[in-house]
Structure formats: C-alpha cells, structure tokens
Nanobody, 124 residues
Framework: QVQVVESGGGLVQAGDSLRLSCAAS????????MGWFRRAPGKEREFVAG????????IYADSVKGRFTISRDNAKNTVYLQMNSLKPDDTAVYYC?????????????????WGQGTQVTVSS
C-alpha cells in the first residue's frame, strides 16, 4: 500500500505562482513514477505532468507547458508541481498519482495510488 498526501493548494490571483507538494510513502520512492492530474468543476480528470523515477525526464500537458514544472526529491520522497503565471482556467482540484510499474502515462487508469487532492483556485 502506498500513501499519497498532497499539500500547497490555495486561493491566488491570476498571474501568481503556487507550489504543490506530494509526499508518498510505503514504497521505495525512487522506484515509482509520479504524475499530477487535475479535475475542474464539471470536467473529467486530466493529465497535467509526469516525471520519471530518476527525475530526468518530464512530460506536460500542452495547456501547462512553459508555465508548470514538475520535479522530485527522492531523498525526501516528495514530488513538486511549481505553477507559474496561473490562469483562472487552472482552477481545479489537483491530484498526485503513483504508478508502480512502467513509464508515466496520461490516462488516470494507468496509475495505482492517488492522493485526496488539493484545491487550487485562481481568481481573475
């Protein structure tokens, strides 16, 4: 069993920055692929960013590319999502996800464990 806990959400204004953190335990952190997803009101959960086990390779949704940065600190069992130039369209509940085997995926069903989510609200 893997425990996943997100933190760092909040209410910000358009153009502001926010950093989300996600701590995972119960598995060797460097052996698991991590991803961030989000669900906006009335919409399906969508992929935001993914990072390889070593942290060398990252992938982003087109909607956040150039504004968001995913990173990880394997010594701290933590993955981060730095969000810059936030827009009202970024308002959503953000979820951290753990994928035990294989590379990252953009499909929620490919991930094995999820956090409870953290709310990010961007006002205009």
């Amino acid at each position: 069993q893997v425990q996943v806990v997100e933190s760092g959400g909040g209410l910000v204004q358009a153009g502001d920055s926010l950093r989300l953190s996600c701590a995972a335990s119960g598995r060797t952190f460097s052996s698991i692929t991590m991803g961030w997803f989000r669900r906006a009101p009335g919409k399906e959960r969508e992929f935001v960013a993914g990072i390889s086990r070593s942290g060398v390779t990252t992938i982003y949704a087109d909607s956040v590319k150039g504004r968001f940065t995913i990173s990880r600190d394997n010594a701290k069992n933590t993955v981060y999502l730095q969000m810059n130039s936030l827009k009202p369209d970024d308002t959503a509940v953000y979820y951290c996800a753990v994928k035990i085997t294989g590379l990252w995926a953009q499909i929620p069903g490919e991930y094995d464990y999820w956090g409870q989510g953290t709310q990010v609200t961007v006002s205009s």
